[in-house]
């Protein structure tokens, strides 16, 4: 995550909670985080931890929260730097397989491996992360046809979900793997391998 944006000399106790909970979920890899657990990590009692969050649901949101963040704001650059559909679509896959390679704690959430027996909001917040995804490359491949004069030998929304899957592919197997097989490896040639036949 981020550095602590607090300027002054005192922390952020939320964002070090939120750091905290990520660095467990990347060194427990198949465990259950509990907010004690998670109190003696960050060195609080669990009653602090709770005057800063009403729940853990509440610091697993937080961390959604920072994925979104991370992942659209870097969208949002894709879609003003670039025009072309197919380098938006690569990019923006690029984006995700490099942001689950440094982030491996995150990637137990986005896999729904840290959300076992978790409220199922949290669940919810997940699929809403892919859904709006898929969307995004929904728009950004019919456009094309608009800015480019090009279409598919695909349903824009059929190809759509099939990015999405690969992304979600990529990191799944991050985590199955314990973080050894890096969701990066061979992505350009698997990319040309997907457009092949665009």
């Not at 750091?19 to 960050?42: F, W």
């Not at 992942?71 to 397989?97: G, Q």
């Not at 046809?145 to 999405?164: C, D, H, M, P, Y």
């Amino acid at each position: 995550m981020v550095a602590t944006q607090n300027k002054n000399l005192k922390p952020n106790r939320k964002h070090q909670i939120l750091e905290s909970l990520a660095l467990m979920l990347q060194n427990c890899p198949g465990q259950r985080i509990t907010t004690a657990k998670l109190a003696a990590e960050v060195g609080f009692s669990e009653a602090a931890l709770y005057r800063h969050f009403p729940s853990k649901a509440r610091m697993f949101e937080g961390l959604i929260d920072f994925i979104e963040e991370s992942i659209f704001s870097r969208i949002n650059l894709i879609l003003t730097d670039h025009k072309e559909a197919l380098v938006r679509c690569h990019h923006i896959l690029h984006v995700l397989v490099v942001f689950a390679e440094r982030n491996p704690g995150m990637c137990r959430i986005l896999a729904g491996d840290a959300l076992m027996g978790e409220n199922e909001r949290l669940r919810g917040r997940v699929h809403q992360f892919f859904e709006k995804l898929e969307s995004q490359f929904k728009q950004v491949l019919r456009e094309r046809k608009l800015r480019e004069g090009k279409t598919f030998t695909i349903n824009e929304a059929a190809l759509a979900s099939l990015l999405v899957s690969f992304a979600e592919g990529k990191i799944s197997q991050y985590v199955r793997s314990g973080y050894s097989k890096k969701p990066s490896t061979d992505f350009n040639e698997q990319w040309q391998f997907l457009m092949a036949n665009k």
